[in-house]
């Protein structure tokens, strides 16, 4: 298979989310965080294996810091 990386707005995640999983999304998609989606070639489904994931800021510590240091907005 091939690889693609789309870079984004939360909104279109999140639509891109709710077309793609029957468990309604809780939360905010967070700024530089990371979603995977698997899409089938032959049937176009979509399946996200990982939703707003922002353990690659945690191991730096910036969402101590970040825009006034709430821990959520990186």
Not at 3 to 15: A, D, F, P, W
Not at 34 to 57: A, E, F, N, P, Y
Request: net charge positive; glycine share 14%.
């Amino acid at each position: 298979g091939e690889r693609v990386i789309l870079v984004s707005h939360g909104g279109t995640i999140r639509e891109l989310y709710r077309h793609a999983s029957p468990v309604p999304l809780r939360g905010k998609i967070h700024n530089t965080s990371v979603t995977v989606v698997l899409v089938s070639g032959d049937t176009g489904r979509c399946i996200v294996k990982m939703c707003g994931d922002v353990s690659h800021l945690e191991a730096t510590g910036v969402l101590e810091n970040a825009f006034g240091g709430d821990k959520s907005s990186a």
